[in-house]
């Protein structure tokens, strides 16, 4: 399993916790809930494919 997997569990539910006080929150532009979430999908890619190429240099390294 990726080691990622529970540490995005981990930041995933305070995260969304805040995501839905941004959301219902009328004092919150729209904008400023799609900007957060898609700078939390944009940092998440860049962890996954860190951890990806992380993982498969160590392969390498081990033959």
């Given at each position: 399993?990726?080691?990622?997997?529970?540490?995005?569990?981990?930041?995933?539910?305070?995260?969304?916790?805040?995501?839905?006080?941004?959301?219902?929150?009328?004092?919150?532009?729209?904008?400023?809930?799609?900007?957060?979430?898609?700078?939390?999908?944009?940092?998440?890619?860049?962890?996954?494919?860190m951890s990806f190429a992380a993982m498969k240099l160590?392969?390498?390294?081990?033959?």
């Open positions: 399993m990726n080691p990622l997997v529970p540490l995005f569990i981990l930041l995933s539910l305070p995260l969304a916790a805040i995501g839905l006080v941004l959301y219902t929150d009328t004092g919150i532009e729209p904008a400023l809930f799609y900007a957060s979430v898609k700078t939390f999908v944009i940092l998440g890619a860049v962890a996954v494919a160590g392969e390498r390294t081990k033959h």
